[in-house]
């Protein structure tokens, strides 16, 4: 059961990442624009400074506090939720792998580091802008995500561990299907 259990998880993490990765660095592009992108160029291009943000909370406060006149609250709440939404999938179903990936440090640093994989991915290919707040946002949205799985680790420590796998498995999928309704 636990196997099964694990090669199920890591098919919902791939499923999961696909999506993720579709929202992320693809979500304005056709295939063909897709497969035209992937060219390595790190020769500055017009605005180059000006399409990406490196410093924190810039971005956060600048859609919460200002340019209400030209910003709709649509595209505020996308950027800020959205990016929160996201990764909250990850944040639970990533601790489900092993028992060491558990902690809340773990959890973190490694949802830490996938944001920071896509941010890098929209500099370094063009497909979207840096910013390192997306970093902040998607990182709180992992640390969320990994919250009701530790509730009910500790909820269930005494249980029926193959009831808690079925439990923790349908929860997993459910989170799935929301991610992708969302973000179709």
Not at 90 to 114: M, N
Not at 160 to 175: E, Q
Request: hydrophobic fraction near 55%; charge should be positive.
């Amino acid at each position: 059961m636990k196997v099964a259990f694990k090669v199920i998880v890591t098919i919902l993490i791939a499923v999961y990442l696909l999506i993720l990765s579709r929202y992320i660095l693809f979500k304005y592009m056709t295939s063909a624009d897709i497969l035209n992108h992937f060219t390595l160029n790190f020769e500055p291009y017009g605005g180059f400074l000006e399409k990406h943000n490196f410093i924190p909370l810039k971005t956060i406060i600048y859609y919460l506090f200002f340019d209400w006149e030209h910003i709709n609250l649509g595209i505020r709440l996308n950027n800020l939720i959205g990016n929160i939404l996201g990764f909250i999938p990850f944040g639970f179903l990533f601790p489900l792998l092993s028992q060491r990936f558990q902690k809340l440090k773990v959890v973190v640093i490694v949802t830490f580091s996938l944001s920071l994989t896509f941010e890098l991915l929209q500099l370094i290919f063009h497909f979207g802008s840096f910013d390192v707040d997306d970093l902040i946002l998607n990182t709180i949205g992992g640390t969320l995500g990994y919250l009701p799985l530790k509730y009910l680790t500790m909820l269930f420590k005494n249980k029926n561990k193959s009831k808690v796998l079925i439990f923790k498995l349908i929860l997993s999928i459910l989170l799935i299907i929301l991610l992708g309704i969302l973000y179709m």
